[in-house]
């Protein structure tokens, strides 16, 4: 993720110093600060490494680069005050929830802040996770859990029932190549319908439903006993669960 983050930066903001800290091959982070010339000062700093990984790797950007650059967080389970107890109270800390669609220019990002962040930094911030894609601010740092699983996680969701539309169509006798095109293509023009209608989703499906015909048939399967929907909020829950163990550090 850090390393698409900064593909698309380095083009279109040519003008500022990016460092962003990922893990190696071997999942390792492996940057060694003191390599580095001493006039060496980006402008943006960017974690992406297991929250775990962290504490070991914070105060020795404390310690070079105090609270000059911003600050990016797209590790999961640590809060902003975290941060700013590794960083100082006075280090600029966005914290940031992309997902991977940011890989062709389409991410979901969420944005945090503390209060005390100029606005400066704030707008830096939004242009930066505009630069992948669309952008919405929270003002409620707990929710950042409920971001996480339903954004953060969500295009893994929809590679799933990708997968099992696909696998559907095979079994009716589709060979699979075309099923998959079928899919995605089916999945693809609903999305650009929904951001184009006015109506909601639940108008939408119905506009689809013929009485008697073929769509009513799949969804008494798919909406009975509200199975899908109650599979869905239990998957979402899950994560969110899972999402604050993580900032509990278990």
Do not use: C
């Amino acid at each position: 993720m850090g390393g698409a983050l900064l593909t698309r930066w380095k083009t279109q903001f040519p003008d500022y110093r990016f460092d962003v800290i990922e893990p190696n091959a071997e999942g390792k982070w492996h940057k060694n600060l003191a390599a580095l010339p001493q006039d060496y000062h980006p402008d943006i700093i960017v974690f992406a490494v297991k929250p775990q990984e962290l504490e070991k790797i914070l105060p020795e950007y404390r310690t070079r680069f105090a609270a000059k650059p911003l600050y990016m967080s797209i590790a999961a389970g640590k809060d902003t005050a975290f941060f700013k107890k590794a960083l100082g109270e006075h280090a600029h800390v966005v914290r940031a929830m992309p997902n991977t669609p940011a890989l062709v220019g389409e991410s979901m990002s969420v944005l945090y802040a503390a209060d005390t962040l100029p606005a400066s930094a704030r707008n830096l911030a939004t242009q930066l996770m505009q630069a992948v894609g669309k952008v919405e601010w929270l003002t409620d740092e707990s929710l950042m859990d409920a971001v996480t699983a339903l954004s953060g996680s969500g295009p893994a969701y929809v590679f799933l029932f990708l997968d099992a539309l696909t696998k559907a169509g095979v079994a009716a006798g589709l060979p699979e190549a075309m099923a998959k095109t079928l899919a995605m293509q089916t999945v693809h023009g609903s999305l650009a319908l929904a951001g184009q209608s006015a109506e909601g989703f639940e108008q939408l499906r119905k506009n689809v439903t013929s009485p008697g015909g073929t769509t009513e048939a799949a969804l008494k399967i798919l909406m009975k006993d509200g199975a899908l929907e109650t599979l869905v909020k239990e998957a979402v829950s899950a994560a969110v669960r899972r999402s604050m163990e993580m900032s509990n550090g278990k």
